[in-house]
């Protein structure tokens, strides 16, 4: 990936569909080095400046600071479209986009302005440190101003980021408080550790949070040291979990892509059936088996899609509007999308194998790359859950409780 290839954005589309093919363009630059880029596992400044120089980073920001000013119906089609090039930068792409948000999830529309000003003028990819299985960071209230310590696990985004949002607790309280803070900054200490089967560019390591220094007037949603709380603040769950469907869908739609274009024009008849054929195009347990599979993923693209048209609308609604059964009817639309994408979406890269033959397993062909990338973040909470969710919404007409995961 070369600077040459990203100055090829000279001009900012002007519709959703423009935006949509702008991240099938990033995505074809993406997917011509995507298999020797997770093999190298290298830090991805290069893709993220790729991010930037098509515009996609500010598809969701003002259009009054340079921004597309879309909406989260186009936002989750563009990570698809990103992630079939290359599962992890769609990953970071989509995380950005929550983090962006977040600003509008929960602080005041003083605060609100003023972040969106910031990262959509200058072009800024946001990180987060917000994984909610570790301990919480914990906060010292210093009068004006809140200190940040502690540690955590994972942090996609981390040292290709340049804003941070970070989430803690007061010290002997039980009050959370997000803010958003520089990335590059001496208190912030990157463990360089993310070294996993898959999703191997999202910079994912642990990070290490030594006295980061924050105003109150920083803390998001705080106004005279008192949260202003709505239900939609609790809308941050369900969109990343979409975000998650919508990247995980992009990878199987590559992984179908790959076994598809695989066969057609290596995949070799099977010569002792009896019924042998000319080529496998005619192998009919070859054409029966991508039949199955091209139908689970319409289906789950349908579904998914209806997710994301269902909570873009909530999003972009007035936050004081949003009921909590609203906000439950949403998220179990998402709890079915997620556990379908998982599943249609490992059966797919696995069976690619079966129906591409045995020369598809060379390292060179790289067919793996997509059930690594799949199985390695679906494994980010229990799709058992997910399943039950949706279960106790068919049955006993329950919406889910908002918590960390749902």
């Known amino acids: 990936m070369t600077t040459t290839e990203q100055r090829r954005f000279t001009t900012r589309p002007g519709t959703a569909q423009g935006w949509l093919d702008r991240a099938r363009e990033v995505a074809g630059v993406l997917a011509e080095t995507a298999l020797s880029r997770d093999r190298a596992n290298e830090t991805p400044h290069e893709e993220v400046r790729l991010l930037k120089e098509s515009g996609l980073v ?65 072009e800024f990819f946001f990180g987060g440190a917000v994984n909610p299985r570790d301990d919480d960071l914990v906060i010292t209230d210093e009068g004006d101003n ?99 469907a919508n990247f995980y869908l992009g990878i199987a739609q590559a992984a179908l892509e790959a076994g598809l274009s695989y066969t057609a024009g290596n995949t070799r008849a099977w010569p002792y059936g009896g019924d042998n054929k000319e080529s496998a195009g005619e192998e009919f347990y070859v054409l029966d088996d991508y039949g199955d599979l091209q139908a689970k993923l319409w289906a789950t693209e349908a579904l998914v899609d209806k997710a994301g048209e269902e909570i873009s609308a909530v999003l972009h609604a007035e936050r004081e509007a949003l009921t909590e059964q609203q906000r439950g009817d949403v998220a179990v639309r998402i709890a079915a999308a997620k556990q379908r994408v998982i599943d249609v979406g490992l059966e797919i890269a696995t069976r690619v194998f079966e129906l591409t033959g045995a020369r598809a397993s060379s390292n060179s062909v790289g067919m793996d790359l997509y059930w690594r990338n799949l199985r390695t973040h679906s494994l980010h909470d229990p799709v058992a859950y997910k399943r039950v969710e949706v279960g106790r919404y068919a049955l006993l007409g329950e919406v889910p409780e908002p918590t960390w995961y749902t």
């Open 58 to 122: 500010t598809l969701l920001g003002p259009r009054e600071h340079g921004g597309a000013g879309e909406t989260w119906q186009t936002a989750y089609r563009v990570v698809r479209e990103v992630a079939k090039g290359d599962g992890s930068i769609g990953q970071l792409l989509g995380y950005h986009y929550l983090w962006a948000w977040a600003a509008r999830l929960v602080a005041t529309p003083e605060q609100i302005a003023e972040v969106e000003q910031l990262y959509t003028s200058n």
């Open 146 to 244: 809140l200190v940040y310590r502690g540690r955590k696990s994972f942090s996609t985004g981390s040292k290709v980021s340049d804003l941070t949002v970070l989430e803690g607790v007061l010290e002997g309280t039980a009050t959370h408080v997000f803010a958003i803070v520089p990335s590059q900054q001496d208190a912030i200490v990157y463990g360089d550790d993310w070294d996993n089967l898959g999703q191997r560019l999202t910079e994912s390591g642990s990070v290490r949070i030594d006295g980061v220094r924050v105003p109150w007037a920083s803390a998001a949603g705080f106004v005279d040291k008192r949260f202003q709380a709505l239900t939609y603040n609790t809308l941050n769950v369900p969109t990343i979990q979409l975000v998650f």
